[in-house]
């Protein structure tokens, strides 16, 4: 088999302008001709076998960089990013490739064009937010700051994730909750189960944790690794919300909760074996929540989550629901937008779950701005633990782009390739365009309306 050729031209570039070389300097070091050196930078030739020995002799360089590029990475980052319906032409992938290799920089700065279009349209749901809150401002609660903060990471934070699987790593027994147990104890902290706890208790003087009896195992695995990581991570987590700076201590206090749940998800489904088991189940969430001792919401929730550069999952969105209609989680790696405030569209299937408890929805929609989805909902109230109790009614949803529908079990039997099969669905009344919703509340923001007094439709108004 014939080797693979190496082009290396970005990394050349950069290794001679950090060194402060002029091109004809180089290549005198590097033993080659001028017009040689230009055609390797430019990716017009390989890099031979004779200028990575001598990279390695004069320079010291790794030469094993020169093969690590992120071009791939670039390469199905711009992929994903083109997929958006703004655009209506795909490049080739060879001109793609072409970008990622000889204008990474460029290819890097139209990502994060892409993802500040992104962001300026998910923003216009916070008008959606300010109109609903009495006195509006559009500055942030502490509370939706962080949301904020998770959703603009693709709900994804890489150093929190990776340890919490390396901490996985070392754990011996299948049985995650006994697991983890044996090593808090090892760490001298007792552990209780009590009736009338609330879900998690530390007392810092005699290191005692107390979990509620009520609550199921997979709640107490939870709570276990939660507290895990507010006292061995404690560095770590407080290094991640420096790089976040956030405005007020009270959203630091909630972010670093935040942060140990995740690690308290991400050790129980650490991500390459989860990755690993979601590609092999087809994502079948129950089969997975057997597989790994935990919950229907907490894997839906931990699919939204892998987003590892490099090693990336299918882009999920996760949400979770009340009665009301009300979005009380939300996390999402694909471009569909949550409302922030009120209800969730009347069309979404999320809200039909609740007179179906114990099963699975399907639903496949259209957004406004073209982009398709297969939609799964089920109710995941939360029972008080014995007769009397309250119950906690939520409903969660789980949902990708329908491009994905191979890999997930859940797309299997839909009538995919039917136009009439996608329901149209939007974000919020007051942030969506479509003019002929039966389902409208209120008018959509900055559109005008015509008022027909002798004439009525299924609105009291129409959309200009």
Wanted: neutral net charge.
């Amino acid at each position: 088999m014939a080797a693979t050729k190496l082009y290396a031209g970005a990394k050349l570039r950069d290794l001679r302008t950090r060194l402060g070389l002029t091109q004809k300097d180089f290549a005198a070091k590097l033993g080659v001709s001028l017009p040689y050196l230009n055609q390797m930078e430019n990716n017009n030739r390989p890099v031979s076998t004779t200028v990575v020995l001598a990279l390695a002799q004069e320079f010291g360089f790794d030469v094993t960089e020169l093969g690590q590029g992120d071009s791939e990475r670039l390469v199905t980052d711009m992929r994903e990013a083109l997929a958006d319906p703004v655009f209506t032409e795909t490049p080739p992938l060879a001109d793609l490739r072409l970008s990622a290799a000889n204008a990474p920089a460029l290819a890097r700065a139209f990502l994060e064009l892409h993802r500040a279009y992104r962001q300026t349209h998910e923003r216009l749901a916070s008008l959606d937010e300010a109109l609903g809150r009495e006195g509006a401002q559009l500055q942030p609660s502490p509370w939706e700051e962080v949301r904020d903060f998770f959703h603009y990471c693709d709900n994804y934070i890489d150093a929190v994730d990776r340890a919490a699987e390396h901490f996985a790593q070392g754990l011996s027994g299948a049985d995650i909750r006994s697991a983890v147990t044996a090593r808090l104890r090892d760490q001298g902290i007792g552990i209780r189960l009590e009736r009338d706890a609330p879900l998690r208790r530390f007392d810092t003087e005699t290191r005692s944790l107390t979990l509620s009896a009520l609550s199921p195992p997979e709640t107490q695995s939870f709570q276990m690794l939660v507290q895990v990581a507010l006292l061995n991570q404690d560095a770590l987590l407080d290094a991640t919300l420096d790089l976040a700076r956030f405005q007020s201590d009270a959203a630091r206090a909630i972010a670093k909760l935040g942060l140990a749940n995740y690690f308290a998800g991400a050790a129980m489904m650490p991500y390459g074996t989860f990755l690993a088991a979601a590609r092999e189940t087809r994502h079948d969430l129950e089969l997975l929540a057997a597989r790994f001792g935990a919950s229907i919401e907490q894997v839906s929730h931990r699919l939204s989550t892998l987003q590892r550069p490099g090693a990336k999952g299918i882009p999920f969105f996760f949400a979770r629901v009340d009665q009301a209609g009300t979005i009380t989680k939300r996390h999402s790696a694909t471009r569909l937008q949550f409302a922030r405030f009120g209800g969730a569209c009347p069309l979404w299937n999320v809200h039909r779950a609740f007179e179906t408890p114990g099963r699975f929805l399907r639903q496949l929609a259209e957004t406004p701005d073209g982009a398709r989805y297969i939609l799964l909902a089920r109710d995941v109230s939360k029972s008080g633990g014995h007769f009397g109790a309250p119950v906690r009614r939520f409903a969660m949803a789980l949902g990708c782009e329908v491009r994905h529908a191979q890999s997930v079990v859940y797309a299997d039997g839909m009538d995919l390739g039917r136009d009439g099969a996608f329901e149209p669905i939007g974000i919020s009344c007051r942030i969506c365009e479509r003019t002929a919703c039966h389902q409208r509340s209120v008018p959509p923001l900055e559109r005008r309306l015509t008022i027909r007094p002798n004439s009525r439709g299924v609105l009291p108004y129409e959309v200009d």
